[in-house]
């Protein structure tokens, strides 16, 4: 008898289950549930795909969805996550408080709105808005709302010109330009939007970002602006916004055609101002003309929150602001969603008055610092090139002593450690696959990513491990000492882990009720350079 490699798990316990006691709680049906300790309180199964015709206790309800999400990884462990998973007592006292706040109900939760209005004028602030009593911004589900926003105002602006100029708005149609390196949102917004994605090769020597120089090889009268990231997810580095901006100045001297910068900062837009202040990447730069971020990444919230500001008001056209007259009073929304929970804007702000600058720095502070220990750890076994470079000090700064807390003295960037095996590691163990580290680390409790860089480089695997403010020095020793034996591991030929080949030809087999409501492989459309990847 030949054993076979595509088994049904969930058939095999159906046909596994006792066949001669037929109790009314020994379910046979794979498409129900049993309830934790149901034996004990003698439950009933529920359906798993359908509503239950009657409905359970609520202690059963939690216990059920709580055991089964005891299946998910550890929060603390998903290095692979930019969002933050932690916030103080008072906070979450806070949120669950007003966890049944709608923000848009404003005249119901008329305080909330003025909260909501603070955080834009502190973003405001923070980032050199010219006017921070006047700032126009809002809220956001995340920085991938935020990005659309901003690329929906520079579309309509572009128009507005165009008009005016008695010039077509269809043919050949507006463009965006960006870095392949772009987040998946980035490239959302030019196809969802019907925009022209122009996305500018990226190489070792851009240090695997936009080049500014090659990014205007695709800027033309079309162009409705530059999305330019303060923080790249493959790397953490990040774009140089004034580089760019001297680039278009000199562009719009020639050929009479501005093109305005958005500036996607939706991790370095909470690590920036506070590391390196005196960088010029905000509204100091004139060309630039919006800012998003997430406040639920190193804004230090819970997740669900994200901010578009706008440098004035003449950049956010009127067509795409909505005057309401809704809920007993006149309200105003130039968002994509109406509904939104208040909780996370809430979070926001207390951890803005709670931390306070001298906060918000030393926590950027001490994730870069134990970004810079990683980093350092793997480049001195010799096994690991590390390509992001916030452990690399600055022109001028080599050799200086008595200053390694200083963050000028390093390349600025997100505390971010992207890694991939040595050459000499590849030349001497052309067997190794570097996706095994992923695997090996999952089955020690870390997540940490394996995949591709982006278009042109594609070639090139990376690991990415992501310092939150969670990841304590201890955490990076642990991490350190695991990769470690991993890689030793893999290196001793005689070792039971060379068995990870049998993985390439592996494949999770579900059974047809747990593909409900999923898509198939190829529902969708490729990307057309940049990838999906958790951020």
Not at 113 to 118: A, E, G
Not at 139 to 155: P, R, V
Not at 477 to 504: C, G, K, P, Y
Request: net charge negative; glycine share 6%; hydrophobic share 35%.
């Amino acid at each position: 008898m030949s054993l076979s490699r595509h088994i049904d798990p969930e058939v095999l316990i159906r046909e596994s289950k006792d066949k001669g006691h037929r109790h009314h709680l020994a379910g046979t049906d794979p498409s129900r549930i049993n309830q934790p300790y149901h034996a004990r309180y003698g439950t009933a199964s529920i359906p798993k795909f359908c509503i239950p015709s009657k409905g359970v206790d609520a202690e059963e309800a939690y216990q059920l969805i709580h055991e089964e999400l005891s299946l998910d990884g550890s929060p603390a462990l998903n290095l692979a996550s930019f969002v933050n998973t932690w916030m103080p007592e008072p906070a979450n006292k806070l949120v669950m408080e007003n966890v049944s706040k709608n923000l848009v109900d404003q005249d119901e939760y008329p305080m909330t709105q003025n909260i909501h209005t603070r955080c834009i004028s502190i973003l405001a602030n923070l980032w050199h808005a010219p006017s921070t009593h006047n700032a126009i911004g809002t809220a956001t589900t995340g920085s991938s709302e935020a990005i659309q926003l901003g690329g929906l105002a520079m579309k309509r602006l572009w128009q507005e010109r165009r008009k005016a100029e008695g010039k077509s708005i269809h043919e050949p149609g507006p463009n965006i330009v960006m870095g392949a390196n772009a987040q998946v949102a980035l490239e959302k917004f030019a196809r969802y939007f019907e925009v022209e994605c122009r996305l500018v090769p990226v190489s070792v020597e851009s240090k695997c970002r936009l080049d500014p120089k090659r990014a205007m090889e695709y800027v033309d009268e079309n162009t409705i602006g530059v999305y330019v990231i303060l923080g790249s997810t493959y790397t953490g580095h990040y774009e140089p916004v004034q580089e760019m901006s001297d680039l278009l100045d000199d562009y719009e001297k020639k050929t009479g055609h501005s093109v305005p910068i958005h500036v996607d900062a939706a991790s370095g837009g909470f690590i920036a101002p506070f590391v390196h202040p005196k960088l010029a990447w905000d509204f100091r730069v004139p060309r630039v003309v919006s800012i998003n971020t997430s406040g639920h990444k190193f804004g230090l919230s819970y997740v669900g929150v994200g901010w578009v500001i706008w440098r004035t008001k003449d950049y956010l056209p009127k067509e795409l602001i909505f005057e309401l007259h809704y809920l007993g009073s006149v309200e105003y929304s130039f968002s994509l969603n109406f509904s939104r929970p208040a909780y996370p804007i809430l979070a926001q702000y207390f951890s803005l008055i709670h931390l306070g600058f001298s906060g918000y720095r030393a926590v950027a502070l001490a994730d870069l610092k134990n970004a810079r220990l990683l980093s350092r750890a793997l480049e001195r076994t010799g096994w690991y090139t590390i390509l992001s470079d916030i452990h690399r000090r600055k022109p001028g700064f080599q050799g200086a002593a008595g200053d390694d807390d200083n963050p000028e003295v390093y390349l600025e960037g997100l505390p971010v450690v992207s890694f991939r095996f040595s050459d000499a590691f590849q030349q001497q163990y052309p067997e190794i696959q570097q996706k095994w580290i992923q695997t090996l680390l999952r089955a020690k409790g870390w997540i940490v990513p394996n995949y591709e860089l982006p278009p042109d480089l594609e070639k090139v695997q990376i690991l990415r491990v992501v310092i939150r403010e969670h990841l304590a020095e201890a955490l990076v020793d642990r991490l350190f000492a695991d990769i470690v034996e991993i890689t030793q591991n893999l290196i001793d030929r005689s070792s039971s882990v060379h068995a990870m080949e049998m993985l390439e030809g592996q494949h999770i087999v579900r059974s047809d009720h747990e593909v409900l409501g999923k898509m198939e492989k190829g529902s969708g459309t490729r990307s057309s350079g940049t990838y999906a990847r958790q951020c």
